[in-house]
């Protein structure tokens, strides 16, 4: 006797179609990690508190740790592991790595995911724009410097004037 | 991790159906919106639904119709960053753009709306805890327990009112019209609160908050300031709503309203009255915001320490009011 | 040493960087192993009361339970230091605090294990609780714990270096102050995790988010009844650490136990309100200091009392002790030092190390008091330090060796950058900054790693293994653990430096304890430096194997031969040379398999006194920052705009890493000066006000200023490369520059941290009314010290010694 049947699911996740089924009651952030095996969504406090578990649905980040698993259904989903593209890292990503904006690397895929929403929506941020994009990611170790100047690194690599 | 408790989870498409479901399953039954308020309190186990309905497929109340000229109705489950937003919003009614734009943070606003701010459960520090925490209190009055921690002699809850658009609201005398199995009402949004952290609203659970009106722009401005730690994440420990309607250099209407203060948000008609009928100068300002320190009675029971957020009460008020000194 | 350096120096992306940034980085919540079985532990909800009973048979009865466990599993303590193994994985008697864990249950999915966590039933009898220093030496009886120095005080130091009252008697100016530091927490992002598998052969793997996976193997030896050899743990890579990941913890024993009574892996991870009751971090410390000085600045003795509240274990609590007393001595010159400390337990979280370990307190105790000291002189707070700074190569009155001593430097380039000189006055009337800013100085200096291990013993505390590959890779194998600072990196850039190569070209492995030599962990900033220093010489052995049958090839002078690129060739001719590759199999050939090790062991103290343990250290890393701040002061809230900080870290490995750990160390400075508070209901039964990330005021981006950081390098002989520590020490200055800022920006003293908004208009209030102006605590309670441990200073011709007591005859 199952002690909670499972829903099933259609969406996009990273570019393919998925199809999954779950406990109804579990988050999107539940789902990604346990039944879809994709471990690079973190979570820091599953209340909203932090924007660790941050991924974007349908181009827009969200906290999937208050989004239940359920309301992904037909939506379009990226996570972390769909950030580059095939084996070539997303300009951000690169940036990261590169400027020391990843330190313990645990509040990354969050920071990466929102850093992508804003360069979508402005190529050619200030500072301080990226200061409010960001204010909802905490981070401990790096202080937010370094992922400052990563953003604006990737931005301008983006834009063309940075060579990759 | 912090998980929900089992529920079951339903995706009306029409006002109707909402309401139906919302019927058919009495107490146990409340609407979620963007979850950002419903689901931690769940995962707390403060609240436990066994049916949960969500109201983010209901078209009509995705709508955002009029503007400054004709009034503005705003759809209740409008994501708050579209709020934030739009053009019409910025353009029109600056004051509640600005203060969606306060909210929480950019993550939680693309998520929240404007009605799920509106409805929003009052807080407090011995509430807003996870179960085992408030085990250890053996409760409080508002959830499971026989006694309000932050005011031990008194029967009543206060758990504070904790949105920034609700004192906005209230200030500029918006509209709000819910809809049931029993019909349909509009009362203004002042008409709602009730000054209890239990039953802080004047609604039936099964009501369904459609949407919010705002009036005609002509010949009135507003502002809001917000105190709180840091700037995001943080409701507000008192936010002051201000709104004057101004007749060349005197001011024909006023109203001072406190949210983060107590578990509604609150009223200074005393501050109002001091600058009715009179030029809106400096003199004014002050009295108007010594008579919000004055009535401002925080208690204990979120970040700061009380005794310094009721001296807030005069700094904001008078820092909303010069905000609307041109 | 080479001056022009291929690798180290140079701005190299980490190792692991990538891996992070596409999230293949497997942190210990993300393993999973089939048929996992998911844990969740029953936490107290009383502060201290006895266990009466546990009934655990509705819980064992619920479907998809496999286990339930109690205290009465696991008789054996441990804890982290051998002084005191005052913990059990389950309470067994009785519980100390609200989040004390009593029971734990092994279940399909954390669903079931929640509900079946709340089915156990404990009945508790209560018992009185000390919720406080005052009241912990107050209150004899009941016992926290049934060790100690006397009723519920943990520990007192009393030591005494050279006659403190002969320095009062001589000075020009004595002064007394008393401060308060409130405790905070560390808040990683990732909370702690674990992984437990019991295999077929009756070995035991356990994977955790530790920072210290040899003293979690050590606690593991001791309480699981297996041998030390078949247990494994590997420290997964840590999401923060900051010193809360460095005990052994409750959750890492239940689940190897829980593994081994249910056949299945189990795996555990707290929640949020979880690690607030793990906590291990910054003890509050109510402080008082008295310094003589001469009228220009220079201290002619100083005495220094500390009153930690300990919280109910022990922890690294008799070391935090310590060092809220070390210290003190090695920024300026103190010819005559009194330490008197006190550890008191009470029914709260555990404190333990928290980034600068018992040392963030004092010196801000220490920078306040030193500016209230240049005020009273009319001497400029820049002055007051530059002037009377301790020599390199010398040995404190608290025999403390120094060896460089960079902080002279610091403080010129953080006074240039800040234009220091143009912008600071005394005056509060005719003022040099509009009334509202203000500008503030403060110096530091950090140990780079213990002089002594927690466990006393003769061996290394570092080892690294290298293994050369016939194809050109190396693999480089140490026990240290990556807690986002860099480590496995740092071995990499050694290694790469030294045989020439590249560090991609290596393979790190790190924190195994069946794979990796013992490295004693990342704590008290040891890494850099000792691992560093094994790694190097691990790399030289190797090196030293290569050029001789690379020498013996090409008929060249072995000491004509240079590894660089990739490359193994003749200084002289260099197109004459061999790839590194090729180097391999020539000493492969010649000497069999290639493995080397490399070791460290700190050189010895030369104090010899009871409790010269803490505080010795291979070097010092040094810190000045000036920080700029605004103070409304109609609502006393500060904001931070700017700090200037400049570190004296000896030699930088790598640029970008340095400055992200001073950037990371300011910005955890400002949460504790700003908002961070560890904050208790005493009156409602010492619940933790709010343990979420909500409510425990973080900063984000919008309360972060801009850092100008300034590095200096001057080369320490004890490091690798010249390399000193920056984990830890960039952060020591920040609170007190802010604090002294304020002073500076309103006139108002904040002895207190945090230095919150009502403080502040309290303050303001105060002086309005023409009193002091200052916010603090009034006084320390009044304890009675046991007589000092005396040692003669080395100025006066003391040998590390204690001197033997006199009794006294009436």
């Known amino acids: 006797m199952p002690r909670h049947s499972k829903k099933h699911i259609r969406f996009r996740l990273n570019g393919e179609e998925t199809e999954v089924a779950f406990a109804p009651h579990k988050t999107l952030l539940e789902v990604l990690r346990e039944d879809l095996n994709l471990t690079g969504t973190k979570h820091g406090c599953e209340l909203g508190e932090c924007g660790t578990c941050a991924v974007l649905v349908d181009g827009r980040s969200i906290l999937s740790c208050l989004m239940l698993g359920l309301e992904a259904e037909n939506r379009e989903i990226k996570t972390i592991e769909g950030m580059a593209d095939g084996a070539q890292l997303h300009p951000l990503q690169q940036t990261f790595a590169d400027l020391g904006a990843a330190q313990c690397g645990y509040c990354s895929p969050g920071f990466l995911l929102v850093a992508e929403e804003l360069l979508h929506k402005s190529p050619n941020p200030t500072r301080a724009e990226i200061q409010e994009a960001l204010s909802g990611n905490l981070c401990r170790c790096t202080g937010y410097i370094k992922i400052y100047e990563a953003v604006e690194l990737a931005a301008a690599i983006i834009r063309g004037e940075q060579p990759v | ?326 | 040493m080479p001056k022009d350096f291929k690798i180290i120096g140079k701005p190299f992306r980490k190792v692991d960087a990538r891996a992070k940034c596409v999230g293949q980085t497997k942190f210990a919540d993300d393993i999973v192993l089939p048929r996992m079985l998911f844990c969740k532990l029953l936490r107290s909800h009383l502060p201290h009361a006895l266990i009466k009973n546990v009934d655990v048979s509705e819980a064992l009865a619920l479907p998809g339970v496999f286990a339930v466990v109690t205290g009465k599993d696991f008789p054996i303590p441990y804890g982290i230091l051998p002084v005191s193994q005052d913990e059990h994985a389950l309470c067994v008697d009785k519980v100390r605090f609200i989040g004390d864990p009593v029971a734990a249950v092994a279940a399909i999915d954390e669903d079931v294990a929640f509900d079946a966590m709340n089915l156990i039933e404990v009945e508790y009898e209560p018992l009185t609780t000390v919720s406080s220093i005052d009241e912990a030496v107050l209150i004899d009886e009941p016992r926290i714990h049934d060790y100690g120095d006397s009723g519920n005080i943990h520990k007192k130091v009393s030591l005494e270096f050279g006659n403190v009252d002969d320095g009062f008697a001589e000075a020009d100016l004595v002064r007394e102050d008393v401060f308060f530091y409130e405790g905070n927490t560390h808040l990683p992002l990732e909370q702690h995790a674990a992984v437990a598998h019991f295999d077929s052969d009756g070995k035991i793997t356990l994977w955790s988010s530790t920072q210290t996976p040899h003293y979690v193997h050590r606690a593991l030896a001791k309480v699981l009844g297996l041998p030390a050899s078949h247990i494994r743990v590997i420290a997964t890579p840590n999401g923060g650490g900051f010193g809360g990941k460095s005990d052994p913890f409750n959750h890492e024993v239940v689940v190897c136990k829980l593994a081994m009574m249910t056949g299945r892996p189990v795996k555990v991870t707290l929640t949020r309100e979880e690690v607030f009751y793990c906590h291990r971090g910054r003890h509050p410390v109510l402080m008082k200091v008295k310094t003589g000085v001469k009228n220009d600045g220079a201290i002619t003795a100083m005495h220094f009392q500390s009153y930690l509240d300990g919280g109910a274990y022990g922890s690294y609590g008799v070391a935090s002790t310590f060092y809220t007393g070390a210290l003190q001595t090695v920024t300026y010159d103190v010819p005559r030092y009194k330490f008197q400390g006190l550890r008191a337990f009470t029914n709260k979280a555990p404190c333990g190390p928290k980034r600068g370990h018992g040392t963030p307190q004092p010196r801000y105790a220490l920078e306040v008091h030193l500016d209230k000291i240049a005020e009273q002189l009319r001497l400029d707070p820049v002055d007051i330090r530059r002037n009377h700074l301790v020599a390199a190569n010398t040995v404190t009155a608290n025999y403390l060796r120094i060896g460089s001593m960079g902080l002279g430097a610091c403080i010129d380039k953080v006074v240039e950058g800040s234009r220091w000189k143009e912008r600071f006055s005394w005056d509060q009337v005719n003022r040099k900054l509009p009334y509202g800013k203000g500008i503030g100085i403060a110096c530091s200096s950090y140990i780079c790693g213990a002089g002594l291990p927690i466990y006393w013993n003769n061996m290394p505390q570092s080892g690294v293994q290298l293994r050369l590959d016939r194809q050109g890779g190396v693999c480089v194998m140490c026990g240290s653990t990556d807690i986002g600072q860099g480590s496995d990196s740092i071995l990499a850039y050694i290694v790469a430096e030294v045989l020439g190569i590249d560090p991609f070209d290596i393979r790190v492995v790190t924190a195994d304890t069946d794979l990796t030599p013992v490295d004693l962990g990342s704590y008290s900033s040891r890494v850099t430096l000792m691992t560093g220093n094994a790694a190097i010489q691990a790399a030289e052995r190797a090196r030293e194997l290569l050029v001789m049958a690379v020498a013996e090839k090409l008929g060249v002078p072995i000491e004509n031969l240079s590894l660089a690129e990739r490359r193994v060739f003749d200084v002289e001719n260099p197109e004459i040379g061999v790839s590194f590759a090729e180097a391999v199999v020539l000493a492969e050939s010649k000497f069999g398999t290639i493995g080397t090790v490399g070791s460290y062991s700190p050189p010895r103290s030369p104090g010899k006194y009871k409790g010269s343990g803490v505080g010795p250290s291979p070097a010092y890393s040094y810190s000045a920052a000036v920080a700029e701040v605004d103070v409304n002061p109609e609502t006393g809230i500060v904001v931070v705009e700017r700090v200037w900080i400049a570190h004296d870290i000896g030699r930088s490995i790598n640029p970008v890493l340095v400055i992200g750990q001073v950037e990371g160390s300011v910005y955890m400075g400002l949460g504790e000066i700003l908002m961070e508070e560890m904050a208790y209901r005493e009156n409602r039964n010492v619940v933790h006000k709010f343990p979420s990330l909500l409510e425990y005021k973080s900063p984000t981006t919008m309360e972060m200023c801009d850092v100008e950081t300034y590095l200096i390098e001057d080369p320490d002989p004890n490091g690798p490369f010249g390399a000193k520590e920056v984990g830890q020490g960039p952060l020591l200055p920040v609170p007190p520059a802010v604090a002294n800022a304020v002073y500076n920006a309103v006139g108002v003293r904040i002895d207190e941290v945090p230095i919150t908004p009502e403080k502040v208009m309290r303050a303001l209030k105060d002086k309005a009314r023409g009193r002091t102006g200052r916010f603090g605590p009034a006084s320390v309670p009044s304890v009675d010290w046991p007589a000092p441990l005396r040692v003669l200073t080395p100025a006066e011709g003391g040998d590390g010694s204690e001197m033997p007591h006199v009794a006294v005859h009436s």
């Open chain 2, 1 to 326: 991790m912090m998980r929900l408790p089992k529920f079951e989870y339903f995706t009306p498409q029409t006002i109707a159906e909402a309401v139906k479901i919302m019927g058919e399953a009495g107490p146990v039954g409340q609407f979620v919106a963007g979850g950002t308020d419903l689901y931690p309190n769940m995962k707390r186990r403060q609240q436990m639904p066994k049916t949960v309905i969500s109201v983010m497929r209901l078209a009509e109340l995705h709508q955002i119709t009029g503007d400054g000229t004709s009034g503005l109705r705003i759809g209740a489950s409008v994501i708050l960053t579209d709020v934030c937003d739009h053009p019409i919003i910025n353009r029109d009614y600056p004051v509640v753009a600005k203060a969606a734009r306060t909210i929480s943070t950019p993550l939680l606003r693309n998520m929240g709306t404007i009605g799920g701010n509106l409805l929003l459960d009052t807080r407090c520090n011995y509430y807003d805890q996870n179960y085992e925490w408030r085990k250890g209190i053996n409760f409080c009055l508002k959830k499971d327990g026989d006694v309000c921690w932050v005011a031990p002699g008194s029967s009543k809850c206060w758990a504070v009112q904790s949105s920034d658009l609700v004192p906005v609201m209230v200030a500029i005398g918006a509209k709000l019209r819910f809809v049931s199995t029993l019909g349909e009402r509009v009362i203004d949004a002042a008409g709602l609160y009730n000054d209890d952290g239990i039953d802080y609203l004047h609604k039936r659970p099964d009501e369904l908050l459609v949407d919010i009106q705002l009036p005609p722009t002509n010949g009135w401005r507003a502002s809001y300031q917000k105190l709180r730690r840091r700037g995001a994440f943080d409701f507000p420990v008192l936010g002051v709503a201000a709104w004057l309607a101004i007749d060349n250099t005197d001011v024909k209407d006023a109203r001072i309203v406190l949210g983060g203060i107590a578990p509604s948000p609150l009223e200074i008609k005393e501050a109002a009255n001091a600058l009715i009928g009179k030029p809106f100068s400096d003199d004014q300002i002050h009295a108007a915001a010594e008579a919000a320190y004055v009535r401002a009675r925080p208690l204990d029971n979120t970040d700061f320490v009380y005794q310094w957020r009721k001296k807030m009460a005069r700094q904001y008020t008078l820092h909303a009011l010069r905000d609307l000194q041109t």
